[in-house]
C-alpha cells in the first residue's frame, strides 16, 4: 500500500515547471498554477477534472512544453488549490477566467483544453468576457453539460432509471475515504474510469492522482455535478471546439460528446476512441496532445495577435473513430 499522491518517474511524473505563481479568484479563492514552455510560445492553458490535479496533464506538457507555453492550474479544493467554501459552476468560470487574466497578456488568445469538469469549466466560462478576450479555441476532453448522474454508466447491469441514477448518485457523492493505493482500488478506479486496456502503469498513475483529493472536496464538488446545467453554456462557445470522448467512459459517455458537438456553434470535430475511458488524456495522451497542436496550429497565429484563418463558420459535427493504432 503506498500513499505517494503522484508517481515520480516515467511519462505521466510532473515535470518541473518553469515559474509557479498563486493567482486570487473571487471570494478569496487562492490558486496554483504553473507556467512550462518559452515565453512568446503559441500559449495552451489546460483545466483539469474532478479529483484531479494539474499532475493529470504531465504527458501532455512533457511534449507541448517543447515549443508551447503551457499554463495548467488546479481547480479550487484541487492538488495545490487550498478548498474553498464556494463550490459551483460560477466559481469555476471565476476562476478559469482570473488564471487566463493572470497568465496572458492584454489580447493574447490561447487554446483552453478541459477534461471533465474542466470542460465543463470552459462551458461555465463560455459567455465571459474573459474567455472570449483570450480563448481562440477549446478542446472539450471526456465532458457533458447536463445529465451527468442520470447519463452515467458506472452501475453495471442496470438499464437507465430511477434505480440505477439512485446508485449512481450514492456512489459519486460518497463522503467515504479513498485510502491508499492498493491492487482492490486500482481495480476499482480502472473499472469507474478507464478503459478495459489501460496499462497497469497508467492505471496507478491516475489512481494516485484522484487518491490525493481530499474527501470534502471531493463531495462537495459531486454535488455540483450531480445537478449541473450548462447546457445553454455549450451555446456561448463561439470559438472553434473540438470534441473527444472514450467509447468505453462510463461517467460521461459518448451521448454527451455528440450532444455538445450538435450544440457547439463552431465545432470542428468529434472524435470518439474506440476502448477508451473517461481519463482520455491519460489513456490516450498522444491524440489528445495531438488535438491540442492541431487547434493550435488551426488558431493561434502568434502571441497576441488573435486566431489564424482557418476558424470555421458552421457547425462540423464528422465523427472521426481513431483505432487502437493511432
Not at 504553473?34 to 503559441?42: F, S
Not at 501532455?60 to 508551447?68: P, S, T
Not at 457523492?173 to 496499462?199: C, Q
Not at 487518491?211 to 450531480?226: G, K, N, Q, Y
Request: glycine share 12%; hydrophobic share 40%.
Amino acid at each position: 500500500m503506498s500513499r505517494l499522491t503522484r508517481v515520480t518517474a516515467g511519462p505521466y511524473a510532473p515535470p518541473v515547471p518553469a515559474r509557479e505563481l498563486t493567482v486570487s479568484s473571487t471570494g478569496g479563492a487562492r490558486l496554483h498554477v504553473e507556467v512550462h514552455g518559452p515565453e512568446g510560445a503559441p500559449a495552451v492553458v489546460l483545466a483539469h477534472g474532478w479529483t484531479c490535479s494539474t499532475a493529470f496533464w504531465a504527458a501532455q506538457i512533457r511534449e507541448l512544453a517543447a515549443d508551447h507555453r503551457v499554463i495548467a492550474y488546479d481547480q479550487r479544493g484541487h492538488g495545490r488549490s487550498p478548498a474553498h467554501e464556494v463550490c459551483s459552476t460560477e466559481a469555476l468560470a471565476d476562476d478559469l477566467e482570473a488564471v487566463l487574466g493572470a497568465t496572458l497578456a492584454p489580447g493574447e488568445r490561447a487554446v483552453v483544453a478541459g477534461h471533465s469538469m474542466g470542460g465543463m469549466t470552459v462551458l461555465a466560462a463560455a459567455g465571459r468576457p474573459g474567455f472570449q478576450e483570450h480563448a481562440a479555441a477549446v478542446l472539450l476532453c471526456s465532458t457533458g453539460s447536463s445529465r451527468l448522474v442520470e447519463e452515467a454508466t458506472v452501475v453495471p447491469l442496470l438499464r437507465g432509471g430511477r434505480l440505477r441514477t439512485g446508485l449512481t448518485r450514492r456512489i459519486l457523492g460518497s463522503r467515504a475515504p479513498l485510502g491508499p493505493v492498493t491492487p482492490l482500488a486500482l481495480r476499482i478506479l480502472k473499472y469507474a474510469t478507464m478503459g478495459p486496456r489501460s496499462a497497469p502503469h497508467v492505471v496507478e498513475a491516475c489512481a494516485r492522482i484522484v487518491h490525493a483529493c481530499p474527501r470534502r472536496v471531493r463531495h462537495a464538488w459531486s454535488r455540483v455535478l450531480d445537478s449541473l446545467q450548462l447546457d445553454a453554456g455549450a451555446r456561448q462557445v463561439r470559438v472553434p471546439a473540438a470534441v473527444l470522448v472514450g467509447t468505453a467512459d462510463r461517467l460521461t459517455p459518448p451521448v454527451h460528446a455528440r450532444s455538445l458537438a450538435a450544440a457547439l456553434p463552431q465545432c470542428v470535430g468529434l472524435t470518439e476512441l474506440p476502448a477508451r475511458g473517461h481519463m482520455t488524456p491519460m489513456e490516450a495522451p498522444d491524440q489528445v496532445t495531438g488535438k491540442i497542436r492541431d487547434l493550435v496550429a488551426g488558431h493561434i497565429r502568434a502571441r497576441g495577435t488573435g486566431t489564424g484563418t482557418g476558424t470555421g463558420t458552421g457547425n462540423d459535427n464528422d465523427t472521426a473513430r481513431i483505432g487502437e493504432g493511432a
